[in-house]
């Protein structure tokens, strides 16, 4: 990930056919990297501390929420103690609302 002009890397081992196979399902694939791992993409991010749900096609379940943050790869946390309204969010092919904020910073 390159942020003002800084690349760090984040070396993700999954077994799959390919990448494409893993994001065109759309279907939610688990990972256990850690919000440590994630935060280390970006200098002096923070992660709010519940939710963690990390992955291929993150997308929490659907509730009042018609615009949630999702992710084709990467981190969804929240500061409440369930998934339908994460307001932070690092990862690749980010979108969605946090608390009412534009969705577009990706």
């Known amino acids: 990930m390159k942020v003002n002009g800084v690349t760090n890397w984040l070396m993700i081992n999954h077994a799959a056919p390919s990448l494409y196979s893993l994001l065109a399902n759309r279907e939610y694939t688990q990972l256990n990297l850690g919000r440590s791992a994630w935060k280390s993409l970006i200098d002096n991010s923070s992660l709010q501390v519940n939710c963690e749900m990390e992955g291929f096609n993150v ?7 018609p615009n949630h943050a999702l992710a ?3 981190i969804l ?6 998934c339908f309204s994460c307001d932070s969010r690092i990862g690749f092919g980010t979108g969605g609302d946090l608390s009412g904020q ?3 910073n990706s």
């Open 77 to 82: 946390t929240n500061d409440e103690d369930h």
């Open 59 to 65: 997308d929490p379940p659907i509730s009042d929420f």
């Open 102 to 104: 534009d969705g577009t």
């Open 72 to 74: 084709r790869i990467g």
